[in-house]
């Protein structure tokens, strides 16, 4: 099988402490990658937020753990990275925006040989 016939699933965990509107910002931008969504994960761990950032995650369709306190971002990733579906993990910012082909690309990459 070359690497061109091999897909990859991804979930993304995109760690969140009261950032709803950086969120909601995210989770649009992860809607319109040109990779094919049957294949991608949203994972929003919503580390103890009081703004409403957990609903708007659902919203948006992502699937959402919360933690009741502020745990800190790596707690954030490893309970995101222990609760994800697909081996292959993909670590997001709240405030970062991804270029429309960034996961496509990502793909490409993940059956380099070594």
Request: aromatic share 4%; glycine share 6%; hydrophobic share 40%.
């Amino acid at each position: 099988m070359t690497s061109s016939e091999k897909s990859v699933s991804y979930s993304v965990v995109i760690p969140v402490y009261n950032g709803r509107e950086s969120l909601r910002r995210l989770l649009k931008n992860l809607g319109e990658q040109s990779f094919d969504r049957e294949r991608l994960e949203l994972l929003v761990v919503d580390d103890g937020s009081d703004d409403g950032s957990a609903e708007v995650a659902r919203e948006l369709g992502a699937r959402v753990i919360r933690h009741e306190n502020n745990l800190g971002r790596v707690a954030a990733r490893e309970a995101g990275a222990r609760a994800a579906e697909h081996e292959n993990l993909v670590f997001v910012d709240v405030r970062v925006v991804l270029e429309p082909e960034a996961l496509a690309n990502a793909e490409k990459l993940a059956y380099l040989p070594l």
